[in-house]
């Protein structure tokens, strides 16, 4: 039996209440207890402790986290929670820490993980598809989703964690077609596990 570590790092803002994250979390929640695979789940607007969250991890044979794009990152919230928790396991716990020793302190930054496991990253944003990968779009000048969110796969890989293909759920604000974001989920979902 496998074990899964679900995220929910939405943040509750006047404009987004985090029904679609709150909804593919429960969707995720829902496909790996339907196939056998423990589950246990974190929300960032619910309270945590460091030492709880930082055993998740060690017991998590995969992580999965779901989060809105958020100014091109993530929510304050769950960036307080890699401050804190991810600050505190990288002391040992998660992480023998960045990596380095002393006999060769200019090698191996950041590969210093002790988890062995995968994650994905499922993502809701409010830009359509077409703003990625194409660089005549301006704004993102031909980035991809993932070059898009490198801090958080580097943030995994320090622990290290494997990467498995992200999900995104595009113009989930101005155009949303969130039947067919859910179809196309069950089916990314089914691709890996």
Known sequence: MKNVFIINGHQKYPF????????????????????????????????????????????????????PLNWMGVSWSFKKYIDTVFSYGMMGELSDGDGRSKAAPKKNYGLGGKLN????????????????NDPDETFFAGLSEDELLRPMHLNFKWFGLEPLSTFMAYDVMKNPDIENDFARFEKHLMNHF
């Open 16 to 67: 987004s209440e985090g029904r679609l994250n709150a909804a593919l979390t429960e969707k995720a929640k829902t496909f790996f207890q339907n196939r056998g695979y423990e589950v246990k789940l974190t929300t960032m607007e619910d309270d945590y402790e460091v030492n709880t969250e930082i055993e998740k991890f060690k017991w998590a044979d995969i992580v999965f986290f779901q989060t």
């Open 117 to 132: 496991g995968n994650y994905m990253m499922s993502v809701t944003a409010n830009a359509p598809k077409e703003a990625f």
